[in-house]
């Protein structure tokens, strides 16, 4: 069997007959290692990561930097190419390698925004021209119809008049303005799934919650399933069903929104958590004490990787990865404390955990 890096692209990729019954989007044991330099010198970016989003569903990845969610995003969008793993798009399995037409067809089906406004569209084209390439690309409107999708797709972000706001270009909006029209180039192809990589982090705070309102009012019209990609814990919850939590490329907690912020059971979401507590808060809860730095990706401790850090950690910690343990409905978290007879080692360090 070929590799990845030699298998010939596919063009025989049908997407235009999902499974409604599948998931919008299924990831199966996906990993990614980079070559990083000419030493030899291997980063595993995303490590055996399973997870899926229902139609109709926002998975909200969060994490530190460096954690992988990107990476991830740019996995799916096929901007890189998996080392392992598979990638499903209403049940049908993505090829690692696209090519020619079948690279368009999945591309009409999966859109990606990206986090920095200023940087995501061409300053020397003006807004309708941006709009106006998916359309015609993906052979959705011809003629003077590009126009008026064009516009319509502008009001549908909140610029109005459309024909108005076609004739500007990109360095005569504000970065808010310019977040709505990537957010309407993304709509233009007619995708089902959104991979939003930050979309709010590079915007005045004062704009981000129209901006995550616009999504979600986007996400109901068009039935669209979405990946919203944040460290903020608050952003989390207010815009996904379920969170997963990264770390070091793997996936540390998945559940409900609501339960995963509200009750972490794993001492990294802990973390996060004491860090970031709802501004509704008379005090803030009692800190989780992490010891040291993210480990180096390129030489990660055996076992848990969060174990150097970790203030609940026991010998065990150290014997390998664990698995994940059901912790409620819905809910799973990669520790040892949720193992009965692993949870009665003694702890490491018994000062951090007192």
């Known amino acids: 069997m070929l590799s990845p890096a030699t298998d010939p692209p596919a063009t025989n990729l049908r997407l235009d007959a999902p499974d409604l019954g599948a998931a919008a989007l299924e990831l199966g044991g996906l990993t990614k290692v980079f070559q990083v330099g000419r030493g030899g010198k291997k980063v595993t970016a995303v490590n055996d990561v399973t997870l899926q989003i229902g139609r109709g569903e926002v998975l909200a990845l969060v994490g530190e930097s460096g ?159 979405m990946l919203f990609i944040t460290h903020d814990l608050a952003g989390a919850r207010y815009m996904a069903d379920r969170v997963a939590v990264m770390y070091t490329g793997h996936i540390v907690e998945i559940g409900p929104s609501e339960a995963v912020i509200e009750a972490p059971q794993m001492p990294y979401t802990q973390l996060l958590r004491s860090a970031a507590p709802k501004p509704e808060e008379a005090m803030r809860p009692e800190r989780v004490e992490a010891r040291g730095e993210v480990p180096d990706l390129s030489n990660l401790p055996p076992g848990c990787p969060f174990e150097p850090r970790c203030p609940h950690a026991r010998a065990a910690c150290k014997d390998g990865l664990p698995r994940m343990y059901q912790v409620g409905p819905g809910h799973s978290a990669r520790c040892i404390l949720h193992d009965p007879e692993l949870a009665k080692q003694p702890p490491l360090r018994p000062e951090a955990s007192a």
Do not use: C
Request: aromatic fraction near 4%; glycine fraction near 10%; charge should be positive.
């Open 67 to 225: 954690s992988g969610k990107s990476t991830i995003a740019r996995l799916i969008a096929h901007l890189h190419e998996p080392t392992r793993g598979t990638i499903k798009l209403g049940g049908q399995t993505i090829p690692n390698r696209l090519g020619g037409s079948a690279l368009r067809r999945f591309r009409k089906n999966v859109q990606m925004i990206f986090q920095d406004p200023y940087g995501s569209l061409n300053g020397l084209n003006t807004v309708g021209y941006i709009l106006s390439r998916p359309l015609q690309i993906h052979g959705l409107a011809r003629g003077r119809e590009v126009a008026a999708q064009v516009n319509a797709l502008l009001e549908r972000v909140g610029l109005a008049p459309g024909a108005v706001w076609a004739l500007k270009k990109p360095h005569e909006l504000s970065g808010g303005q310019r977040q709505r029209v990537v957010i309407a180039r993304a709509l233009a192809a007619r995708p089902t799934l959104i991979l939003a990589d930050e979309p709010t982090s590079a915007l005045d705070v004062s704009i981000r919650l129209d901006i995550m309102n616009l999504l979600l009012d986007l996400k109901d019209q068009e039935g669209l399933s």
